[in-house]
């Protein structure tokens, strides 16, 4: 069986897996925020106020992460059922099981 001596590609080519880890790479945009306060209600005394302004931006990025992670997770399941499906989770084993001995009979 060929490998390669490195997995610049990520793990992915042409679209398919190529047995190496999956690694991806992602970036966001930062939060949007602004420097000078929006006008708003104060609750308790009714009266016209200035929202407080703060840059909170960093505190979205664990999230993020968090959120590419599942939807990557979400992604790679539903290649795995679309190669492997079936009715049920016996059936989805027995087609990758069967998939496995017929790549070490190669």
């Known amino acids: 069986m060929f490998t390669r001596e490195s997995n610049n590609a990520g793990g ?4 398919v897996t ?3 880890p999956v690694v991806v790479k992602a970036f966001m945009k930062p939060i ?3 420097a000078s306060p929006l006008k708003t209600v104060d609750i308790d005394t ?3 106020a200035e929202a407080a302004t703060e840059r909170s931006d960093v505190t979205a990025v664990p999230a993020c992460g968090v959120i590419a992670e599942a939807a990557v997770a979400i ?9 492997f499906g079936g ?3 016996k059936e989805i084993r027995r087609n990758y099981e069967g998939y496995l001995e017929q790549l070490k009979s190669m």
């Open 18 to 20: 190529n047995g190496a």
């Open 75 to 83: 992604e790679i399941g539903a290649v795995f059922l679309e190669k």
């Open 46 to 48: 009714k009266k016209e």
């Open 32 to 34: 949007a925020t602004l």
């Open 87 to 89: 009715d049920s989770m």
């Open 12 to 15: 992915i080519e042409g679209g």
